[in-house]
Each structure stands twice: as C-alpha cells, then as structure tokens.
C-alpha cells in the first residue's frame, strides 16, 4: 500500500480492498451508498451479505454491481460478517454499515491510519454520532471498561466502521459470535494477540430505515459485553479482584466472630471456600483463553 493516500483512495492501488457490507432489509439506503462507494473506490471489490432480507436488498446490490451473498433466513449480524470475510478476496477488509450511517468519504482516512503500521482501524463515533443518550452513556462505559482491562486506551469498542488486514482478521473468525457484539470480540482478541489497533474519528450520520436492535431483547446481550471483553482478555482480571473481596470478607467476618463469640462460623468458612472458588476458576478460564488463542494460530 501506498505511504501516502490523497482525499480519494487511487484506483490503481496494489492493495486489493473489500468492502462488506452486512444487510437486512436496507433497499432504501443501499442505492445511495453503493453509488458513493463506487465513486470513492472504484476498484474494491463489494460484497453486500443479505441476511434473510425480504424486501430488494439483494437486487439493488446487484444493480449496483456489489457480489451478493444471501443467507436463506437471518443468522445475524456476526454470522453476516464472517460469511462476508470468507467471500471476500482483498488483502484490506473494509466493514460498514448499510443503513446510511457510515461515510464512504472516511473511508481513505481510515487506509491512510491503516498504513502507518496498524493491523486495524476503527471508526470512532463521537457523542453527537449516538443514537441516544443512553446507548452513549451505555459506549462510554464499555470503552472505559476495555480500556481498564487492557491497559490500552480504547475510543469505541462496538463500532461496526473498521478496516482490517484480511490475514489478521479471518484467524479469529472462529471466536467470533453470530450476533451484534462481533466488533468487542474481534477487538479484545487484537488486544490479546499483540495486533496493534488504530482509531480515527468520525460522525456517524442517524440511519435510515428502522433498527434491528431491540432495547429490552438485547439489553441483556449488551450487558454480557462487559464479561465477554474479560474474558476474552485477561480473565484474571476480573476473577482475582471478586476472589479478593470474598477472601478479605471471609477473614474480616472470622476475626469478628473470633472475638465475639469465640469461635469460627459457618459464615467465615463459606466465605473463603468462595475465594479459592472463585480464584480457581479464574486460572481455569485463563487457561482456556490462552489455548483459544494459540488454536487460532
């Protein structure tokens, strides 16, 4: 890849890009995007993955010259991702959102952070490019969470806007879940396996068409995030602190009833068999994340 990339990627670039864009039920939105698409990288390959849409996804994609891949009924976003990685033949793996959100304009922006040695970039929304104020608030605390874990500062942890190594990306596309949280997974397990990360601001335009997540249906799934970006990492790192807290409890409550009532408590007993538990399985499931890693490679 070029060192240097002018405000439109050359067409003529050695690298080949493809651009994968997964979709359910986004006609409306996909002629305007396809069309400035083609204007912006004229020679990328895309591939728009029609997860059991029932409207014209497939066919104004074909119109527009993209390789359609369809899934016979929605296996969801994720599952829509790696099926598109695998149909995908560039070296550089573009992924965007088809609902009108993400800029194809930023795209270049994202090449150029790409090739001053990043394996990934991601495209990181601002607060004025949330969909509310809640699902803000709800990223501010995932990214502040990641970065904890991590010890690497991270601006956005589920955005769907990223370029990639193709190489890179499709050695995880194992771990990788079928639904909406894909983006934290492939994050962390950059983060694990020393694979540097990019970011590079962008605002994120209100998507046309209506949404696919549900508040209530998946709060809870977004909630498991927050387990997912540790265990993922380092689970340690979040076992070790809640086996710390039982262990201090168990010893604080026996040193109290030592000298109260003379004697060691069920209580104290339940309360440090709890530590060693749960430190126990902390260093089971480090374990087991580290064979995931090297299974992958």
Known sequence: MSNSLSPEYPAATTTPLSVILPAKNEAKSLKGLLTRLRATLPQAELILLDDGSTDQTAEVARAHGAHVVSHPYSLGNGAAVKSGARAASGDVLIFMDADGQHDPADIPRLLAKLDEGYDMVVGAR???SQASVGRSLANSFYNGFAT???????????????????????????????????????TMAFFRSGYPVGYVPIHAAKRQGTSHLRPFRDGVRFLLIMFKVATLYSPLKVFFPVSAAFFATGIGYYLYTFVTLGRFTNMSALLLTAAILVFMMGLISEQITALNYREGD
């Open 148 to 186: 904890l874990i991590t010890g690497h500062t991270i601006l956005d942890l589920t955005s769907g806007f990223r370029a990639v190594r193709a190489e890179r990306f499709k050695r995880f596309l194992y771990l990788l879940p079928n639904g909406f949280s894909y983006p934290t997974t492939i």
């Open 126 to 128: 601002g607060v004025g």
